[in-house]
């Protein structure tokens, strides 16, 4: 009789980087940017609506969450998928939110806001802000409806911010830290092709021009980026909201509004459950040209930029709760590590049989220097 092989359980608690793709191309890019794909499965729990995907990025383990097949998408639908991830997994550092959005160009701004489809857009405000303004508020007025600004209610991990940041420093070519990470995977496949650039001369750009009272539509012509300089970097407020955005003129009262270099449909949602870094690849303009054929390109991108953000942190050593250490007498430091869950907090076993820890642990958590005993 051919035995059969079990499939493991993995622990929910083993998991510390939550990676919010909601839309499936968004799952893929996501899925290919894994270092390694845990074999095993979740229990699904009383009232789970999800089904997740683990893997680890260096030496991390995170766990990727998307929306069901032919699921409802936007803001709503985001909150809910971001608040089971946080009462499903306790020991969750920070999120990511990755994927696709329209992105803002601005030919006539000082100097020109160059944005293009591939290019790369990361919600960074002032201070701790996400850099979201939540555009789906606001009231008729004489003038007719009138948006009032609604910025983030919650913040990106400092950490997070951090790694960004240590990013950013190499503006503009901070695309040579990630484009590795895309080399890796562009070949590989998804349901519709691969994730390959679908080429600059079709990313074309069309500005709203009044002409004796009328607006119509006209190419701008840009120049064409050296294959060194091909991806860009932007770091500036994101809108979000359930509105799907194909009216170049609203675009740019939108991008005018609240100075905004790009639109998406799930941050707002997300960050009233968890801090999330938002990074999105730019896939149309949010006008009538939009379609998707730079889906693919424009998730790998964003996907290659969040792999780097989780390199930065570097949380290979910051396991919790995956290993128990017998036999141990644990002192503590002033200042020292207490659950404030009461959860049981687990240490690597160190042969030498005396020595120091230093490390960091989730947010719920105070960073330490412990000191072990055996």
């Given at each position: ?12 608690e083993d998991y510390i980087v939550v990676w ?221 909201g359930d509105k799907l955005m194909k009216n ?127």
């Amino acid at each position: 009789m051919e035995s059969v092989r079990a499939i493991p359980t993995l622990k929910f608690e083993d998991y510390i980087v939550v990676w919010i793709a909601p839309l499936e191309i968004e799952a893929q890019a996501a899925c290919y940017m894994l270092d390694n794909r845990h074999p095993g499965r979740f229990t699904t729990r009383p009232g789970g609506e999800y089904i997740y995907i683990p893997g680890d990025i260096d030496g991390c383990n995170v766990v990727i969450a998307t929306f069901p097949a032919g699921h409802d998408y936007g803001v709503g639908a985001a909150a809910a998928l971001a608040s089971q991830v946080k009462n499903t997994f306790p020991n969750i550092c920070f999120g990511l939110l990755v994927g696709i959005a329209a992105g803002l160009p601005n030919p006539s701004r000082h100097p020109p806001r160059d944005i293009r489809l591939g290019d790369v857009l990361v919600g960074l405000g002032k201070g701790e802000s996400a850099g979201l303004i939540s555009y789906g508020f606001g009231g008729e007025t004489s003038e007719g409806f009138e948006l009032s600004r609604r910025g983030a209610q919650a913040k990106t991990e400092k950490i997070v911010s951090s790694a960004i940041g240590n990013i950013k420093l190499l503006a503009p070519s901070e695309g040579n830290l990630f484009l590795d990470h895309y080399e890796n995977m562009k070949h590989r496949e998804h349901s519709n092709g691969t994730f390959q650039d679908p080429g600059q001369e079709k990313d074309e750009l069309f500005q709203i021009v009044s002409e004796d009272g009328v607006e119509t539509a006209r190419l701008v012509q840009r120049t064409r980026r050296e294959n060194a300089s091909r991806t860009k970097v932007w770091y500036g407020s994101i809108g979000s909201g359930d509105k799907l955005m194909k009216n170049a003129v609203e675009r740019d009262r939108l991008r005018d509004t609240f100075d905004l270099i790009g639109l998406e449909m799930e941050a707002a949602g997300t960050i009233s459950s968890i801090p999330v870094g938002v990074i999105r690849g730019v896939c149309d303009y949010a006008d009538a040209q939009k379609n998707d054929d730079w889906q693919p390109y424009a998730a790998a991108m964003a996907a290659a930029y969040a792999k780097e953000v989780i390199c930065r942190i570097n949380l290979h050593d910051h396991r919790v709760n995956s290993l128990v250490v017998q036999n141990l007498t644990v002192g503590v430091a002033q200042n020292a590590a207490t659950p404030r869950n009461g959860t049981q907090i687990s240490f690597f076993h160190n042969p030498v049989g005396l020595g120091f820890c230093n490390f960091s642990l989730p947010y719920d958590y105070v960073s330490s220097i412990i000191y072990l005993s055996f």
